[in-house]
Structures are given as structure tokens and as C-alpha cells.
């Protein structure tokens, strides 16, 4: 008897998350463009929504990839300006030792010239208390150009409200075909994809750092 060969449908999961904070154009380095952001009153906000396709895909493969797009705000520039052709990746390894990155990644257009976006979240290890700024913050730069590549116009410090985790919460949802057990089944692989990433960096004693 010939074994079929139809594969079951991919599932995956997507939801919206909304980072904003403090950010200048003419700097190169996040902590400095968010200080004169501040001073200057002047911010940029990244409205993303991010799919992850296939889970079993994603948590296989070691660099986690997902797919990025979303909407831009910074006044210097524009409002509402549409992102995407992104890059993200979720506790991907970096080469250090014990630390693990959020890579998000996006390309927009002002005035018909291209920019790129380029962010990153430092999972460090240490206490449980550095779980929260660790996997909320975004150290970002603004890039001239298609890619991460280009020449560097700003930099700021982008943060995951709590409101706004709240709300990203909210937005989770089954992606791809398949039932309605398959899409919660989905859901429940990727939370405890991330909950077994923040254990494996948070919850050992033995990596608590001050």
C-alpha cells in the first residue's frame, strides 16, 4: 500500500505590537539619540505586525525567523508610514554567552527615498528582575538606504509599554489554515516557546547577575 504524502497544514500565530520612545535624527548611538529625542521632544514609534507562519518551523529553526511589517511614525519624517520586506528574529544566538537577541527590522519610504530600521532587544541573562526591560527595550537606529548597511541618520530607544503588552496580548491570533484546535495549538506552542527561552536565561541561579 503507497503511504500518502499530504502533509497537514502549516499553522502559526500573528499579533501587533506597538514600541515607541525617544529618538533624534544626527545621532548614531541609541542612548545619545534618545537623550536629545527627550530634550527635543521628538519620538518614533514602530506599529508592527508580526506572523510567524509555521510554528514547528520556527521553533526548529535556530534563529527563530519570523516575518515583519507594520507602520512607521516620525514626525521629523511622516506619519503613518507603511514598513515592510522586514527582517525578525526572535532569541536568536549573537555569539556571546549567555545573551540572546529580538531582532526587528523593517524598510520605509519618505519622500521617495528609502530608510531602514534597525532595532534589537539584549536578552542578557541575570536576575528575574531584568526579564522586563531586557525583552521590552529596543536600542534602534535609522538607517539611509535599503538595509542595515547604509549610513546611519538616528538613533533612539524604543520601549514596550505595559499598556501596550497588554493590548499586544490581545491581538494574538491563529495564522495559516487548518481547525480551530490547530490554531489554538499554535498559540499555545509559541507561548511556551518564549516561556522556555526566558527560563533557560532567567531562571537558572546559577546566571543571576546583578
Do not use: C
Not at 43 to 70: K, M, Q, R, W, Y
Not at 84 to 93: D, E, K
Request: proline letters at 7%; hydrophobic letters at 40%.
Amino acid at each position: 500500500m503507497q503511504q500518502s504524502t499530504t502533509r497537514s497544514p502549516a499553522r502559526g500565530i500573528t499579533f501587533r505590537e506597538t514600541m515607541s520612545g525617544p529618538f533624534a535624527l544626527g545621532e548614531a548611538d541609541p542612548a545619545s539619540g534618545a537623550r536629545r529625542g527627550r530634550e527635543q521632544g521628538t519620538s518614533l514609534a514602530l506599529h508592527a505586525t508580526v506572523t510567524i507562519p509555521d510554528i514547528a518551523s520556527f521553533v526548529a529553526d535556530p534563529a527563530h525567523n519570523g516575518e515583519i511589517e507594520g507602520l512607521v511614525d516620525f514626525a521629523p519624517l511622516g506619519s503613518g508610514m507603511r514598513a515592510r520586506g522586514g527582517r525578525l528574529q526572535l532569541f536568536a544566538p549573537d555569539g556571546a554567552p549567555a545573551r540572546k537577541l529580538m531582532v526587528y527590522e523593517v524598510g520605509f519610504e519618505h519622500a521617495g527615498r528609502p530608510y531602514y530600521l534597525a532595532g534589537r532587544k539584549e536578552v542578557r541573562g541575570g536576575s528575574p528582575l531584568a526579564i522586563w526591560p531586557h525583552t521590552t527595550t529596543l536600542y534602534t537606529r535609522l538607517h539611509e538606504g535599503g538595509s542595515a548597511a547604509g549610513r546611519v541618520v538616528g538613533a533612539g530607544v524604543l520601549r514596550l509599554s505595559v499598556p501596550a503588552f497588554a493590548a499586544q496580548l490581545g491581538t494574538m491570533r491563529p495564522a495559516g489554515q487548518g481547525s480551530a484546535a490547530g490554531g489554538l495549538g499554535a498559540l499555545l506552542a509559541f507561548g511556551r516557546f518564549f516561556a522556555g527561552e526566558v527560563l533557560d536565561s532567567y531562571g537558572r541561579p546559577g546566571r543571576w547577575r546583578v
